[in-house]
């Protein structure tokens, strides 16, 4: 079964500080890679959007990519209190649509 | 750009009544569209996926009678909750793929149902 696999936390972060979210994946094969970040009570927000090896970076977030170890992360930058939230990992296994992992929820300390 | 509009953001519903949850993209062509559901401090689970102008493939569990998806157009998709029960309640999420050999995904706000 293809699953995608983050740990729950909580995972709290000084404001300031740099927060640091894993996620790791099942099949070798995938592609494609997505963050989304999803306040309590809302539906998901697409962060990060990520397809080679290596790192990606767009503001205060680096999403970072190795396929030969299975894993994605995501690094939050200069953390603020509005990036308290649950943070989604997503990976399409080619079947054309997304497999979420069961989150991570963040949350920085002013 | 890529801004996907549900309605509505929250029902409340008799059991045994019927409840409609519109999807649109407002700025795009949507070749795909998709059905989640999520219970509380839980993550998304996938319903079923709707292409325009065919019928809705639904995941493993899900009774397709209950939950009718209906694709009409490029930029709308409707899930139809059929006699709703208490245990229906949920937070029920669409959204949006852009097609083009990738599944980049944009979420419409959600609709909170509840079934009274």
């Known amino acids: 079964q293809k699953e995608v696999e983050q740990n729950s936390g909580p995972l709290s972060v000084p404001e300031g500080a740099i927060a640091s979210l894993n996620c790791t994946y099942s099949?070798?094969?995938?592609?494609?890679f997505f963050w989304y970040r999803q306040y309590s009570g809302k539906s998901p927000e697409l962060i990060m959007s990520?397809?080679?090896?290596g790192d990606k970076e767009d503001g205060r977030f680096t999403a970072q990519l190795n396929k030969a170890s299975q894993y994605v992360s995501l690094l939050i930058r200069d953390s603020q209190p509005s990036d308290s939230a649950t943070y989604l990992c997503?990976?399409?296994?080619?079947?054309?649509?997304?497999?979420f992992g069961t989150g991570t929820r963040l949350t920085i300390i002013p | 750009g890529a801004v996907v509009s549900q309605h509505p953001s929250r029902v409340i519903c008799k059991s045994g009544t019927s409840v409609k949850i519109e999807c649109r993209s407002l700025?795009?062509?949507?070749?795909?569209m998709f059905w989640y559901r999520q219970f509380p401090k839980q993550s998304l689970m996938l319903m079923a996926t709707?292409?325009?102008?065919?019928?809705?493939?639904?995941e493993q569990g899900v009774e397709k009678d209950k939950f009718l998806i209906n694709h009409a157009s490029l930029t709308l998709s409707t899930l139809t909750v059929t006699s709703a029960h208490p245990e229906d309640s949920s937070f029920y999420i669409c959204?949006?793929?852009?097609?083009?050999?990738?599944?980049?995904?944009?979420f419409g706000q959600g609709t909170r149902l509840t079934v009274v």
């Open positions: 990520i397809y080679s090896n």
């Open positions: 959204s949006a793929s852009r097609g083009q050999g990738g599944t980049e995904a944009f």
């Open positions: 709707s292409n325009e102008g065919s019928k809705a493939t639904y």
């Open positions: 700025d795009f062509q949507a070749t795909t």
């Open positions: 099949d070798r094969g995938s592609q494609s």
């Open positions: 997503a990976a399409d296994f080619g079947n054309e649509k997304l497999t």
